[in-house]
């Protein structure tokens, strides 16, 4: 079968490589056949192989998480043959014609949105598992960090949930999304230049939705409100981080983690919106690419580009 392969950092290659087997399969897993995946801010470090990265040189399909599929074998008393699925590929090795995956956490779809457009469902579960621990979110003031797909998947949802004002902030032009996706302004900026001029009127909520680094972190301490809350949602590639803590306590501040849990709740009510308002899926998808092509994909997925926000690979 075809499966891009991580030859070194930044270069991938399709190669021919050996299926997965209906007797490889353990009780609660499938295999699924590829049919489309989304390119995630967190598989960017993976491409490039930086220090921490779980990368591998020879790891057939990887790093593709996001995936929309076809189930061709199965032992989960959940899932059919046949059945489209979408959710997250098992050890982010998506990127071939078809892998092993743990059922639990892929749903089944009847949609009448295309693959490319029900990928969509995978991270906004993260967004909303993510949300689902926040109870003050109506008439609050909100900031978002960071200006990808998640964060514009952060602010429409944050309005969704009542925020009163939702403001991004990015060092990405992102001007054009104003009045869309839920947000009231956007802030052309590095998130400590934006931190640093902030006056008495601070957020009550600040999404970190970039990761990867300690810096917006910190930014996002240093911007929210007394008695504040953070959502430290961007993927860290550190084990430890040298945080504000001083500064967040004094602040009386609180913050949230984590990753996803319940995949099979977030993932439905996820695709439960999407299929109630269409029209976002299909505005946050601005880039496709054949699975040919996957190098231009993660290519164009990793560089600051006007207009860009989710990029798809599809089969």
């Known amino acids: 079968m075809w499966s891009q392969v991580l030859l070194s950092p930044g270069c991938m290659e399709l190669q021919d490589v050996a299926a997965p087997t209906a007797a490889d399969l353990r009780e609660g897993e499938v295999i699924v056949q590829f049919l489309c995946g989304g390119i995630c801010g967190s598989d ?18 990887f790093p593709l998480h996001e995936i929309v599929g076809r189930v061709l074998e199965t032992r989960s008393p959940t899932l059919r043959v046949g ?76 309005k969704v949930a009542g925020a009163a004002q939702v403001v991004g902030v990015d060092r990405q032009d992102r001007l054009e999304w104003r009045g869309r996706f839920g947000l009231d302004e956007v802030i052309w900026s590095s998130s400590r230049n934006w931190a640093r001029s902030l006056g008495s009127e601070r957020p009550e909520i600040v999404i970190e939705a970039v990761g990867h680094q300690v810096g917006t972190m910190n ?10 809350h953070i959502v430290a949602f961007g993927v860290p590639d550190d084990l430890y981080y040298p945080v504000a803590f001083g500064q967040l306590f004094r602040k009386n501040g609180s913050m949230t983690t984590g990753t996803t849990d319940d995949w099979r709740t977030h993932l439905t009510n996820a695709w439960l919106y999407l299929e109630d308002n269409p029209w976002f899926a299909r505005e946050l998808v601005t880039h496709r690419f ?25 089969a």
Do not use: W
């Open 44 to 61: 960017a470090p993976h491409f490039y192989g930086e220090p921490g990265s779980i990368a591998q040189a020879g790891d057939a399909g």
């Open 83 to 158: 059945d489209r699925v979408v959710g997250h590929a098992t050890a982010g090795r998506g990127l071939c014609e078809c892998f092993t995956n743990d059922a639990a956490q892929l749903i089944a779809v009847d949609s009448r949105l295309s693959d490319a457009e029900v990928v969509v469902v995978q991270p906004l579960a993260t967004v909303m598992c993510a949300l689902s621990k926040l109870t003050a979110v109506r008439n609050a003031r909100v900031a978002v960090i960071g200006l990808g797909t998640i964060g514009m998947l952060f602010s429409q949802m944050l």
């Open 219 to 228: 930014d996002a301490i240093d911007a929210v409100g007394p008695g504040g």
């Open 290 to 314: 054949p699975v040919t092509e996957a190098q231009l994909a993660f290519e164009c997925a990793t560089t600051p580009v006007r207009g860009r926000l989710k990029v798809v690979i599809e």
